[in-house]
């Protein structure tokens, strides 16, 4: 996957140092695979902030709706990062569907 999304999203950060966050993420000009346009997303992750200065967090993502080249676009998947590094690494199931 590759292009420039967009998110809105909530977190609740909890005195001990864990969150939890749900989102909507689009994208206007994104390609999946070998195709080219849009989509919308949902997501929600779960982390903590640690006393190393590490913030561990995992997450799931489903794809609600696509257009242009990704019309019909169906999946989900799975993201796991850092929230203190900003890294980030992302597997995702997909199909082209009507």
Same mark, same amino acid.
């Given at each position: 996957? +590759? @292009?420039? %999304?967009? /998110?809105?999203?909530? &977190? %609740?950060? $909890?005195?001990?140092?864990?969150?939890?966050?749900? *989102?909507?993420?689009?994208? +206007? %000009?994104? #390609?999946?695979?070998s195709r080219t346009g849009s989509f919308s997303a949902q997501w929600v992750f779960t982390g903590a902030y640690l006393p190393?200065? #590490?913030?561990?967090?995992? *997450?799931?993502?489903?794809?609600? +709706?696509? #257009?242009? *080249?990704?019309?019909?676009? $169906? @999946? +989900?998947?799975?993201?796991? @990062? /850092? &929230? %203190? &590094?900003?890294?980030?690494?992302?597997?995702?199931?997909?199909?082209?569907?009507?």
């Amino acid at each position: 996957m +590759s @292009g420039t %999304v967009n /998110d809105v999203w909530t &977190a %609740v950060l $909890h005195k001990d140092g864990s969150f939890e966050t749900k *989102g909507t993420e689009t994208c +206007s %000009v994104c #390609t999946i695979g070998s195709r080219t346009g849009s989509f919308s997303a949902q997501w929600v992750f779960t982390g903590a902030y640690l006393p190393d200065g #590490t913030g561990p967090y995992t *997450g799931t993502l489903v794809f609600k +709706s696509g #257009t242009s *080249g990704l019309a019909g676009l $169906h @999946g +989900s998947g799975r993201f796991a @990062g /850092d &929230a %203190v &590094a900003g890294t980030e690494t992302y597997s995702f199931n997909y199909l082209f569907a009507p």
